[in-house]
């Protein structure tokens, strides 16, 4: 495993670190890695993001399964009271 230093951090920057990783319990290393992990896509990562977004693109294009355009609800409320 790798390890990171980090210099010249801000003052108010670290604090901010400091009080958010009190916060959740943890040290600000772990806080660190946390944001890291969170904010960082891996190589992994942006190919499970290409994958979603093909099978998102591929279902768009996809036709739907009932009959539309959907009525809007002022149509199926001037139906409800005709009855």
Same mark, same amino acid.
């Given at each position: #495993?790798?390890?990171?230093?980090?210099?010249?951090v801000?003052?108010?920057?670290?604090?901010?670190? &400091?009080?958010?990783?009190? &916060?959740? +319990?943890?040290?600000?290393?772990?806080?660190v890695?946390?944001?890291?992990? $969170?904010?960082?896509?891996?190589?992994?990562?942006?190919? +499970?993001?290409? &994958?979603?977004?093909?099978?998102?693109?591929? #279902?768009?294009? &996809?036709?739907?399964?009932? /009959?539309? /355009?959907?009525?809007?609800?002022?149509?199926?409320? +001037? $139906? $409800?009271?005709? +009855?």
């Amino acid at each position: #495993m790798a390890t990171l230093y980090v210099e010249n951090v801000p003052d108010e920057l670290y604090e901010a670190l &400091r009080a958010q990783a009190r &916060r959740h +319990r943890n040290s600000i290393a772990k806080e660190v890695i946390g944001l890291l992990e $969170e904010q960082v896509p891996t190589a992994k990562e942006l190919a +499970r993001r290409q &994958r979603f977004l093909k099978y998102a693109l591929r #279902m768009s294009k &996809r036709k739907p399964l009932t /009959p539309g /355009p959907f009525p809007s609800t002022e149509e199926i409320l +001037r $139906e $409800e009271r005709q +009855r």
